[in-house]
């Protein structure tokens, strides 16, 4: 899959979300005083963004973990799915291991910490445009010293959520582009990684750990 980066040069195109309008405004006029940086698109919530990294492919979607309509992992998911070429970093104020090493297993380009100051954020925002994958040194440290984490694949990280959704196996593959018996495959990798047995005992494992959001 051919990974998009800014060229020398040229402006970083990004998509904002982040559901709270004072911090995505802060974010948009400092990106945008920035000339390395073009704020092509900014959205309120997961949905949104998901539509809007659709629609204008940017370079960099900087998007908050906590949203509603979908997540940053959901939202990240299907950015990557619709936009393959956008390199996705999420900001967040978690620092629970379960939903650091979700996001890295999905495929996140950043992995930020809402606790930066915006300069530091702005240079990891450079980075991931220049083709960098950046997580925010705290999150590493957490993530490197955790042998004990739940890691999921991102294939599994996406039948999780739409298990999550009530959806069933032929219903999962159907929007997946899978056979139900790979996603029955699927969610039986799950139940083992979690030690449940019901999918009522994983989606509580699963929300313990930090892997989906109820």
Not at 81 to 99: C, E, F, G, H, I
Request: aromatic share 4%.
């Amino acid at each position: 899959m051919t990974q998009k980066t800014a060229s020398m040069g040229a402006c970083i195109s990004v998509l904002i979300a982040d559901d709270h309008a004072f911090t995505l405004l802060g974010l948009q006029q400092r990106l945008q005083s920035d000339a390395r940086f073009d704020v092509v698109a900014t959205a309120h919530d997961g949905v949104d963004a998901i539509a809007l990294a659709r629609t204008h492919a940017p370079d960099v979607a900087l998007i908050d973990f906590a949203m509603p309509g979908a997540n940053g992992l959901e939202a990240l998911i299907e950015i990557k799915r619709w936009a393959p070429a956008t390199r996705v970093a999420v900001l967040t104020a978690r620092d629970d291991v379960a939903t650091l090493t979700g996001l890295k297993n999905a495929g996140a380009a950043g992995v930020l910490s809402k606790a930066e100051s915006p300069e530091i954020t702005l240079e990891h925002v450079a980075r991931i445009g220049a083709g960098k994958v950046v997580y925010s040194d705290a999150f590493v440290a957490l993530i490197e010293t955790s042998a004990s984490a739940v890691t999921l694949t991102s294939r599994e990280t996406e039948v999780l959520i739409r298990v999550a959704k009530g959806m069933s196996n032929p219903a999962i593959a159907d929007e997946l582009g899978l056979s139900p018996k790979t996603v029955e495959s699927h969610r039986g990798s799950l139940m083992r990684k979690l030690e449940v047995n019901t999918t009522a005992t994983l989606l509580l494992r699963a929300a313990k750990e930090g892997l989906i959001d109820f």
